[in-house]
């Protein structure tokens, strides 16, 4: 029986915001362009694979806490605090800034959640949202490693 708590909505908003970063960094590894293309195609591989990893491990919490995990592009959209990129092409520069700012405001969303799921007695999902903070830090970090 579904049971639509606070913890749930805001996995599925964890979900779709990962879904949808993991998407635009899967375009960024086919567009990228440039001296660095090498480099910046591994790297959003690597990227795009570790977050489709999350996305799994986000919806199957919510289905260990009775609840459905959204899906499709529509739902995903809807729910998604991460936007699509800007009209391209975009040059290397602007595609690691986008996804550092959207790796710092997934990084932001899991405190929000971590705090929502301790105030529930939720530990797991405390632990889950720990794993993607630690996660969505450290790739902001390497991608701003990038800008200096
Ligand atoms: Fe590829």
């Known amino acids: 029986m579904a049971r639509n708590t606070p913890v749930t909505g805001g996995l599925a908003r964890m979900l ?5 970063l993991a998407v635009k960094t899967q375009n960024f590894h ?10 910046l195609h591994g790297l959003f591989e690597e990227q795009y694979g570790a977050l489709q990893e999350a996305v799994d491990m986000l919806a199957e919490r919510i289905r260990a806490l009775g609840d459905h ?3 499709g592009l529509g739902a995903f959209a809807a729910l998604s605090p991460v936007g699509d990129a800007p009209e391209g092409p975009l040059a290397a520069e602007a595609m690691i ?3 550092a700012e959207d790796h710092r405001m997934l990084s932001r969303e899991g405190d929000a959640l971590l705090k929502t799921a301790g105030e529930a007695g939720d530990e797991v999902t405390v632990d889950i949202m720990v794993e993607r903070m ?15």
């Open 16 to 20: 779709a915001g990962t879904a949808a």
């Open 30 to 39: 086919w567009n990228v362009e440039g001296p660095h293309f090498t480099a």
């Open 69 to 71: 995990a959204p899906g």
């Open 97 to 99: 800034a986008a996804l």
């Open 134 to 148: 630690t996660a969505h830090d450290k790739t902001a970090w390497m991608l701003d490693a990038h800008l200096r």
